[in-house]
């Protein structure tokens, strides 16, 4: 079988697992957009400094940057159509909504009825369960595990290892700290850390 040709944007550590990912799919990265002039190479493929509109207008790309802020600000600059990447291995429910730039890694359990947003990260071996909404440009990072009809608003990062009882609401544009475990819903903004998690700061929301 051919390998399809996809375009990435970012070319750090990130984009290491999203590479795999895609190698996984059977795609081949044709370039990788970075706007560090200084990077040439990541791995075997190919660095462009700063991304080029013009070049292979036709092809997909994923922006493969993991800061929310940062992947949701190159957005409003790439006029290619966006991709998704989704690792074989991931067990995801014929139910779930997966929306257009979002990667989803290695060992990823999905279950039914959720939804995921646009240019998320569902990281490798994150669990989420039933009827979870995932708001656009969250990441969800390693084994993190949400429980059933919890939601996420915009921008949030769920760190490494974080626990999220059922029917728990998180505001947009939150960090949870690795390994909490959140028993209460959180505002907007909010930096929470601990078991139980707790609100320590109220962070900027620009």
């Given at each position: ?191 929470v850390v601990g078991v139980p998690g707790r609100i320590i700061k109220t962070m900027d929301n620009e």
């Open positions: 079988m051919e390998s399809k040709r996809i375009l990435l944007y970012g070319a750090s550590g990130h984009a290491k697992v999203i590479s795999s990912i895609f190698e996984s799919m059977n795609f081949n990265i044709d370039i990788i957009f970075d706007d560090n002039l200084n990077i040439k190479f990541l791995n075997n493929y190919k660095v462009i400094s700063g991304y080029d509109q013009d070049y292979e207008p036709h092809l997909p790309i994923l922006i493969s940057i993991g800061n929310n802020k940062i992947r949701k600000n190159i957005t409003n600059k790439v006029l290619h159509t966006f991709a998704t990447a989704i690792h074989p291995s991931a067990l995801i429910d014929r139910s779930v909504i997966v929306n257009y730039g979002t990667a989803i890694f290695h060992g990823v359990i999905i279950q039914r009825d959720t939804k995921i947003g646009k240019h998320c990260i569902i990281n490798t071996n994150a669990s989420v369960d039933h009827d979870c909404v995932i708001d656009d440009f969250v990441h969800i990072s390693p084994s993190a595990t949400l429980c059933g009809n919890v939601t996420i608003g915009e921008g949030t990062h769920i760190g490494a290892g974080t626990t999220i009882i059922p029917n728990i609401k998180i505001g947009k544009w939150c960090v949870i700290g690795a390994g909490a475990v959140i028993t209460k819903d959180v505002i907007d903004y909010s930096l």
